[in-house]
Each structure stands twice: as structure tokens, then as C-alpha cells.
């Protein structure tokens, strides 16, 4: 069966530095790969996604995504962090179809002045 | 991008009522819809699979008996937690799949007292 993990349950960033989460997939086949931001109380947000092609995804809010199949994994970046990324994020493989997507746990991030 | 709508953002029931929790697709037919519950601290978990003029389908542990999904159009989708206990307490969302992408309603937070 399909897993995503996420390594790191809390990442504490200054603003203005770059920020990396990790993600970790273990689909055989290409995953279809996505990553989502909730703030506080509201539901999900797609930031990018990554299907087939280019390994290095463009999303929105400045954030981007590479994935590498040597490593399992599709890590998200930022290279300056802004006081409003502070929110939870989460990867999720949807390669097994809707009915079987997979989110990792969640990475919290806070973002400090 | 796709709209999903889910009302109410929060609510609080004493225990043994029921509660109903809608989901709307805005822009575009849903004729399925995805609900999902969140505990405190983990992931987003599959509870269900609506279906437009036909039953749901419950994934393993979920009670079907107390939590009712009707699908009565292409457009709504909606959860009733009957009888609920404080340990439904959590944070409920819906999502939609629109072409190899799934966009979420913005989650209702329930809080049985």
C-alpha cells in the first residue's frame, strides 16, 4: 500500500529565510503528488501538483516542489518565507485513485519575526 | 479553480442530537464527493464516498448507521452525525474531484458538549 511521510511534525522558520518540508512517498509506479496548506479552522489549499514532466513544479504563493524518484520524494520550498505561510501542510498521493489518496501527517509551520 | 462551499464553518451540539453539514459544488457537477475527517494532530482520513442518486460507500470503521450521507443532486452532498458523542468532535471536510485534482470545501469544525 501506497504511505506519504512527512518527517517533520513542526518546523520553526525565521521570516524571510528559505524553508524546505519534506516529503516522502513510497507508490511504486510515477505518484501523482500534491501539496496542500490549511490555515487555522479552514480547509485545504492547493499549492502545486505534480503529475508527469518537468521534476520541478511551480505552485502558487512563491512555493515550488521537486520531485526526485531516486529518493521517494517531493520536498516543497520557499525561498523567503512570509509571517502568512505560517500554517499546516500537507503531501498527498493520489495515485491510487481518489477513493485512495494518502496524506502524509502534516507538517506545522511556524514563522517567527 | 473549481469551488467547494461547506456549511457550517463550526458548530457545537449537545450530545445526542444530530447534526448536518452541507457541501456544494459552485461552478461545476460533483457526482461524487469525498468526506474526510481530521483529528487534533493527524491526518485527513477517508471516512466516506458520496455518490449522486445512488448510496454512499463507508470505508472500514466508519459507522454508516451514524453518519448519513445523502447526494441528492450533482451539486450537494450533504453529512448528518446522528446521536453525536463528544469523540465525533473533530473537524470535518468535503472535497470534490475535478480532473485529476480535488478541491476541498473549506471543513466544519464540530464540537459535541
Known amino acids: 500500500a501506497q504511505s506519504v511521510t512527512q518527517p517533520d511534525i513542526h518546523i520553526t522558520v525565521s521570516e524571510g529565510a528559505s524553508l524546505e518540508l519534506r516529503c516522502n512517498y513510497s507508490y511504486g509506479a510515477t505518484p501523482y503528488l500534491f501539496w496542500y496548506v490549511q490555515s487555522p479552522g479552514q480547509g485545504l489549499q492547493l499549492l502545486l501538483k505534480?503529475?508527469?514532466?518537468?521534476?520541478l513544479v511551480q505552485g502558487i504563493k512563491g512555493f515550488e516542489a521537486e520531485f526526485k524518484r531516486s529518493q521517494s520524494s517531493f520536498n516543497l520550498r520557499k525561498p523567503s518565507v512570509h509571517w502568512s505561510d505560517a500554517a499546516e501542510y500537507f503531501c498527498?498521493?493520489?495515485?491510487?485513485?481518489?477513493?485512495?489518496?494518502?496524506f502524509g501527517t502534516g507538517t506545522k509551520l511556524q514563522v517567527i519575526p | 479553480g473549481a469551488v467547494v462551499s461547506q456549511h457550517p464553518s463550526w458548530v457545537i451540539c449537545k450530545s445526542g442530537t444530530s447534526v448536518k453539514i452541507e457541501c456544494r459544488s459552485l461552478d461545476f457537477q460533483a457526482t461524487t464527493m469525498f468526506w474526510y475527517r481530521q483529528f487534533p494532530k493527524q491526518s485527513l482520513m477517508l471516512m466516506a464516498t458520496?455518490?449522486?442518486?445512488?448510496?454512499?460507500?463507508?470505508e472500514q470503521g466508519v459507522e454508516k448507521d451514524k453518519f448519513l450521507i445523502n447526494h441528492a443532486s450533482l451539486t450537494l452532498s450533504t453529512l448528518t452525525v446522528t446521536s453525536a458523542h463528544p469523540e465525533d468532535s473533530s473537524f470535518y471536510i468535503c472535497?470534490?474531484?475535478?480532473?485529476?485534482?480535488?478541491?476541498f470545501g473549506q471543513g466544519t469544525r464540530l464540537t459535541v458538549v
Open positions: 498527498a498521493d493520489f495515485s491510487g485513485g481518489y477513493q485512495k489518496v494518502t
Open positions: 458520496s455518490n449522486e442518486g445512488s448510496k454512499a460507500t463507508y
Open positions: 505534480y503529475f508527469s514532466g518537468d521534476t
Open positions: 472535497s470534490a474531484p475535478v480532473t485529476f485534482e480535488a478541491f
